[in-house]
T-cell receptor, first 113, second 111 residues
Framework: GENVEQHPSTLSVQEGDSAVIKCTYS??????FPWYKQELGKRPQLIID?????GEKKDQRIAVTLNKTAKHFSLHITETQPEDSAVYFC????????????FGTGTRLTIIP | KAGVTQTPRYLIKTRGQQVTLSCSPI?????VSWYQQTPGQGLQFLFE???????NKGNFPGRFSGRQFSNSRSEMNVSTLELGDSALYLC??????????FGPGTRLTVL
């Protein structure tokens, strides 16, 4: 089955700096890669996703890049703000579109004011 | 549109008991997936239902089961509870081949 590795497990950055979280996946058939943000005590919420026919996608301060050859994808957050502090999960899916997600182990991002 | 709802939000059980958790998807969503979240194992896929049929299954023992009703509401059942079953159980609903929307979860504690 699919295996997703995520690094780093914790990340602290100064407010205003950029943060990068990286994930690798094992199943070359994976075609959908979402990123979820989970604040303490809350549900995971999708912040951005990318499909395998696209190399990069941006949404304001957030961007995701995908390298299918190397089987890795990354989340980039620019101009970080205190409200970006949360746990971020990457995921991959290859079954029937997107319904079965294999998650990475999560990155706890702390923004230092 | 109302979001995904889960009941109950908190549950305390003892070893050996069984438990049933409920999930109501967003109106119009026919796919419901269940995940287990623990500090040690992270988010792990349990199973997914679509139109009352289990379409995908994760690597969990047979003590974990689920079903989906004609109105797309889903339940999951865990029998013969073990201490290691203590976790946050999340369900997510989605339209076909689109993003998954998570519910708030049910926090299960097994004593």
């Amino acid at each position: 089955g699919e295996n997703v590795e995520q690094h780093p497990s914790t990340l602290s950055v100064q407010e205003g700096d950029s943060a990068v979280i990286k994930c690798t996946y094992s199943d070359s058939a994976s075609n959908y890669f979402p990123w979820y943000k989970q604040e303490l005590g809350k549900r995971p919420q999708l912040i951005i996703d990318i499909r395998s026919n696209v190399g990069e996608k941006k949404d304001q301060r957030i961007a995701v890049t995908l390298n299918k050859t190397a089987k890795h994808f990354s989340l980039h957050i620019t101009e970080t703000q205190p409200e970006d502090s949360a746990v971020y999960f990457c995921a991959a899916s290859s079954d029937f579109g997107n319904e079965k997600l294999t998650f990475g182990t999560g990155t706890r991002l702390t923004i230092i004011p | 549109k109302a979001g995904v709802t889960q009941t109950p939000r908190y549950l305390i059980k003892t070893r050996g008991q069984q438990v049933t958790l409920s999930c109501s998807p967003i109106s119009g969503h026919r796919s419901v997936s269940w995940y287990q979240q623990t500090p040690g194992q992270g988010l792990q896929f349990l199973f997914e239902y679509f139109s009352e049929t289990q379409r995908n299954k994760g690597n969990f023992p047979g003590r974990f089961s689920g079903r989906q009703f004609s109105n797309s509401r889903s339940e999951m059942n865990v029998s013969t509870l073990e201490l290691g079953d203590s976790a946050l159980y999340l369900c997510a609903s989605s339209p076909p081949a689109d993003e998954q929307f998570f519910g708030p979860g049910t926090r299960l504690t097994v004593l």
